[in-house]
């Protein structure tokens, strides 16, 4: 079984900045996601199996940094400027390598770990 655990997230306030991590039990290609109460599962980054590309949604892009700690098997979220629109349960998605650099849709994902909850206050 693939063992994905998000951890970092916690309460802070608009202009902030929080480090999530997720470490995994192996190398694949990941993706981030959030969701808020009442809404769906949204696209923030990805990263390809190498960790030579990265993409971001467009509320996130120039605020949020995706990364990979390949000693640790471990990918990192780094999130500036937060906003409260920032306020979701974050999740960590993996799949097995393919040739498509990252996934920007839920069901491309197979593994998922279980969210850490980030508070943006105003």
């Known amino acids: 079984q693939v063992h994905l655990v998000e951890s970092g997230g916690g309460l802070v306030q608009a202009g902030g900045s929080l480090r999530l991590s997720c470490a995994a039990s192996?190398?694949?290609?990941m993706g981030w996601f959030r969701q808020a109460p009442g809404k769906e599962r949204e696209f923030v980054a990805g990263?390809?199996?190498?960790?030579?590309?990265?993409g971001y949604a467009d509320s996130v892009k120039g605020r949020f940094t995706m990364s990979r700690d390949n000693a640790k098997n471990a990918v990192i979220l780094e999130m500036n400027s937060l906003k409260p629109e920032d306020t979701a349960v974050y999740y960590c998605a993996a799949r097995t390598f393919s040739t498509v650099n990252y996934y920007i849709r839920a069901s491309d994902y197979k593994y998922w770990g279980q969210g850490t909850q980030v508070t943006v206050s105003s």
């Open positions: 192996g190398r694949y290609t």
């Open positions: 990263i390809s199996w190498g960790g030579e590309r990265t």
